[in-house]
């Protein structure tokens, strides 16, 4: 699914972004870059359905999903934070997205156990969240943004406090995935690597504008 954002103008507070256009390929990956308090996060809520608009339009495949609940909008999150929750063990996050969409059982199962293997996960499926590394956790978050197929990925910096070792497993992986699953796939960092390895396009935010990097 290809994601145009056109003429976008976000304020938040005393904060704005004006007239800020991306466009991106159906399954293909790009980055968005620039400096803490640049905005970056501010336009992925955005994009999300988690901030206002106040002008410009979001089209997703052609389909204005400008002010579309956040549910409605068929986008996988992962954030920063990662943000587990703490009573589910890693196949009850694998099966949330499809269970809300109201998959079948069976397929429901099937997509698990594909994406587990995908992830490198198999062996972690009845466990809960506490005590996964961060690399685990990092897996877990990936399939719980995807299991349910959405349209498009946003990853807000989600590599950030990864040791160097897992950090370059992580991003091999899913750069193996997005193309595995032929996810369109916006992704925030502020790390020239990130941005080499896995960006087929790159933008970067400068004085609440984009520009292409």
Same mark, same amino acid.
């Given at each position: 699914m290809s994601l145009v954002?056109?003429?976008? #103008?976000?304020?938040?507070g005393a904060f704005s972004l004006a007239d800020?256009?991306?466009?991106?390929?159906?399954?293909?990956?790009?980055?968005?870059?620039? @400096?803490?308090?640049?905005? $970056? #996060? #501010?336009?992925?809520?955005?994009?999300?359905?988690? @901030? $206002?608009?106040t002008d410009g339009q979001v089209l997703l495949d052609g389909d204005d999903i400008t002010h579309m609940r956040p549910c409605e909008r068929g986008i996988g999150l992962v954030p920063q934070d990662t943000v587990l929750f703490p009573h =589910?063990?890693?196949?009850?996050?694998?099966?949330? !997205?499809?269970?809300?969409?109201?998959? $079948?059982?069976?397929?429901?199962?099937?997509?698990?156990?594909? =994406?587990?293997?995908?992830?490198?996960?198999?062996d972690l499926l009845e466990r809960r969240p506490l005590g996964l590394s961060g690399g685990e956790a990092q897996r877990v978050a990936f399939g719980r943004a995807i299991s349910g197929r959405?349209?498009?990925?946003? =990853?807000?910096?989600?590599?950030?406090? =990864?040791?160097?070792? #897992?950090h370059e497993g992580i991003m091999e992986l899913l750069k193996d995935v997005i193309h595995q699953e032929g996810l369109t796939t916006l992704h925030i960092t502020h790390?020239?690597?990130?941005? $080499?390895?896995? !960006?087929?396009?790159?933008?970067?935010?400068?004085?609440?504008?984009?520009?292409?990097?």
């Open positions: 954002i056109n003429n976008l #103008t976000i304020h938040a800020v256009t991306i466009a991106i390929p159906t399954g293909q990956c790009a980055v968005l870059m620039g @400096r803490s308090g640049s905005g $970056k #996060t #501010t336009l992925m809520e955005a994009l999300c359905g988690l @901030r $206002k608009v =589910l063990t890693v196949r009850e996050h694998l099966e949330f !997205g499809p269970q809300i969409q109201n998959w $079948k059982k069976n397929a429901v199962h099937d997509r698990v156990e594909a =994406l587990a293997s995908s992830l490198g996960i198999e959405p349209q498009l990925l946003c =990853l807000d910096e989600a590599l950030t406090g =990864l040791d160097r070792e #897992t790390r020239e690597e990130e941005a $080499k390895f896995l !960006g087929d396009l790159c933008y970067e935010l400068k004085n609440g504008q984009v520009v292409e990097g």
